[in-house]
């Protein structure tokens, strides 16, 4: 993926940067831990994203704490300018580079032009809400689904009760009074997980749903797994999907970047992926789409998060949201997707052609 301005550094380098070597730090600036947004050497070692070794290692290990002290605490003030965020996958560059431009749009329409600031890649959905509330980022797109367990830390509704509107209800009313965040309109799509397989085993196997693949695999064995780093340890991700349908598996599932998931599908290393229902390699490479028919999964309805200070200070940002609502189907969505994974396109140049054919 290319930004804008300047010769990016490869993705799958920039992913491994921001996901798997910070991953660590982005769990302990969650909400739940007591560091509050400190960096916590202690926890570090004490879950394992940190080990001590032989003689002088902590000397190591106590230099590293106090570097990445010293760097959180020195973070730059806020930005004057307008600061969208996005995670580390392409969706959501797609997404935070729809918004940027669209903000970008608005003002120069209403004669005050000015950038706005990208800062994508960020490890995962806790240091996006991170930024957020501290003032990093102005605005970014979320999934409500995800908003409302890995972020507000509520309980799956009973199914049955799980419907869009009520989980965006919950996660609109939740962020305004904690956080003084808007939840804008949804973009007019739902990108929930997808629990994937090749085509060729679906149709030998005869299985459309998940409830089919528990009871029969390719190998025998059970089936071979890859998930990303969040899905394994998310409320809504492995465990409970492993107790809705009983699902076994072949061994430990297989942890790697996301960008990664559909390769090893391909290649016959996994039988399994727990990806994006979004992914352009889906549609691409004919993997099939399992159907969540115990209806595990809540509603993942793409919405911008805004700070609503951000919003006062920049009126352009409520415009912009409110021109993309409803603007964006799941199909254009995996298009786009397709379009900078697939054919390697600029997302600057994707996301425009996007705006241009629906007239914005």
């Known amino acids: 993926?290319?930004?804008i301005g300047g010769t990016p550094p490869s993705p799958l380098i920039l992913?491994?940067?921001?996901?798997?070597?910070t991953?660590?730090?982005?769990?302990?600036?969650?909400?739940?831990?007591?560091?509050?947004?400190?960096?916590?050497?202690?926890?570090?070692?004490?879950?394992?994203?940190?080990?001590?070794?032989?003689?002088?290692?902590?000397?190591?290990?106590?230099?590293?704490?106090?570097?990445?002290?010293?760097?959180?605490?020195?973070?730059?003030?806020?930005?004057?300018?307008?600061?969208?965020?996005?995670?580390?996958?392409?969706?959501?560059v797609v997404l935070g580079e729809l918004l940027a431009q669209e903000i970008e749009a608005v003002a120069q329409e209403a004669g005050r032009p000015e950038r706005v600031e990208r800062r994508f890649?960020?490890?995962?959905?806790?240091?996006?809400?991170?930024?957020?509330?501290?003032?990093?980022?102005?605005?970014?797109?979320?999934?409500?689904?995800?908003?409302?367990?890995?972020?507000?830390?509520?309980?799956?509704?009973p199914v049955g009760q799980r419907d869009a509107a009520s989980v965006r209800g919950t996660v609109s009313r939740l962020y305004q009074e904690r956080y003084g965040v808007t939840v804008g309109a949804p973009l007019g799509f739902e990108d929930t997980f997808a629990m994937v397989v090749r085509g060729a085993d679906a149709r030998r196997l005869g299985i459309k749903t998940i409830s089919d693949a528990v009871k029969t695999v390719p190998g025998g064995d059970g089936w071979r797994l890859g998930v990303g780093y969040e899905f394994q340890s998310r409320p809504d991700g492995l465990a409970g999907l492993e107790a809705?349908?009983?699902?076994?598996?072949?061994?430990?599932?297989?942890?790697?970047?996301?960008?990664?998931?559909?390769?090893?599908?391909g290649s016959g290393q996994v039988d399994m992926v727990a990806g994006n229902s979004t992914d352009g390699p889906?549609?691409?490479?004919?993997?099939?789409?399992?159907?969540?028919?115990?209806?595990?999964?809540?509603?993942?309805?793409?919405?911008?998060?805004?700070?609503?200070?951000?919003?006062?200070?920049?009126?352009?940002?409520?415009?912009?949201?409110?021109?993309l609502a409803g603007k964006v189907s799941a199909e254009e969505v995996r298009g786009m997707n397709d379009a900078v994974d697939g054919q390697h396109k600029d997302v600057g140049d994707v996301v425009r052609a996007f705006r241009k054919g629906k007239g914005l």
């Not at 990093?136 to 689904?145: A, Q």
């Not at 809705?244 to 599908?265: I, S, V």
């Open 121 to 157: 890649y960020l490890a995962g959905s806790y240091l996006c809400q991170q930024a957020l509330v501290n003032g990093r980022i102005d605005g970014y797109v979320e999934y409500t689904g995800t908003a409302l367990t890995a972020i507000l830390k509520q309980p799956l509704p």
């Open 282 to 323: 889906i549609r691409a490479l004919g993997f099939v789409v399992l159907e969540d028919d115990r209806h595990y999964f809540p509603p993942y309805e793409a919405v911008p998060l805004v700070r609503a200070d951000s919003i006062r200070a920049h009126p352009e940002i409520q415009v912009a949201m409110d021109r």
């Open 23 to 92: 991953l660590g730090l982005d769990l302990l600036f969650a909400p739940e831990y007591p560091s509050k947004g400190r960096f916590d050497w202690r926890a570090c070692l004490g879950r394992g994203f940190v080990k001590r070794g032989g003689q002088g290692s902590g000397v190591l290990v106590v230099g590293l704490a106090l570097l990445l002290g010293g760097l959180v605490g020195c973070a730059p003030p806020r930005s004057s300018r307008v600061v969208i965020g996005a995670k580390n996958f392409t969706e959501q």
């Open 244 to 265: 809705a349908y009983g699902l076994k598996f072949a061994g430990a599932p297989r942890t790697m970047d996301l960008g990664l998931l559909y390769r090893a599908l």
């Open 1 to 3: 993926m290319r930004r």
């Open 15 to 21: 992913r491994k940067v921001f996901e798997r070597e």
